[in-house]
């Protein structure tokens, strides 16, 4: 798919979302939300519009994510009205950018796009990216503050 264009259905949406990524593209990325738009990333991190979407992107694709490659697995729409589809998508991530002598792993998320047809073409108003951590149920705060994974199957 060439550059950012006009979003025609909603599963064009994630297609998009992984040309803007991919070419490390903040403008394009930020160009597929609303105005006043929510995202929140997969450590919880809240944005409420497009111009904040776009600050973090630009940041995220030049130092956390410069050499990454993103690509879909699965798409999933569901209609809520005419003009309104929730599309999850499952993506799969690798190329993060080291940190502190440590190479990040290929991961796996799940995004939520809630999108609206407007007169441009779909475009979304709320989207949550989530990691998917195979084999476990939950996340835990331990003492220290730092998070595990769980599966209280395995107690």
């Not at 050499?67 to 589809?85: C, G, M, P, Q, Y």
């Not at 047809?117 to 003492?143: F, L, M, R, Y």
């Amino acid at each position: 798919m060439p550059p950012f264009e006009i979003v025609k259905s909603p599963e064009d949406l994630p297609k998009q979302f992984v040309v803007a990524w991919n070419n490390r593209n903040a403008t394009d990325l930020a160009n597929l939300f609303d105005e006043n738009a929510e995202f929140v990333n997969v450590v919880g991190l809240w944005w409420h519009n497009k111009a904040d979407i776009f600050k973090a992107h630009d940041y995220g694709l030049k130092n956390l994510f410069s050499n990454s490659e993103l690509s879909i697995r699965k798409v999933k729409t569901k209609f809520l009205s005419d003009d309104i589809a929730v599309v999850h998508a499952r993506l799969h991530l690798e190329g993060q950018t080291e940190i502190k002598s440590q190479t990040p792993q290929a991961r796996n998320t799940i995004f939520t796009f809630v999108v609206q047809k407007k007169k441009q073409g779909w475009i979304c108003v709320s989207a949550h990216n989530t990691d998917i951590v195979p084999g476990k149920e939950t996340n835990i705060v331990k003492q220290d503050n730092s998070i595990e994974a769980v599966d209280y199957r395995k107690r």
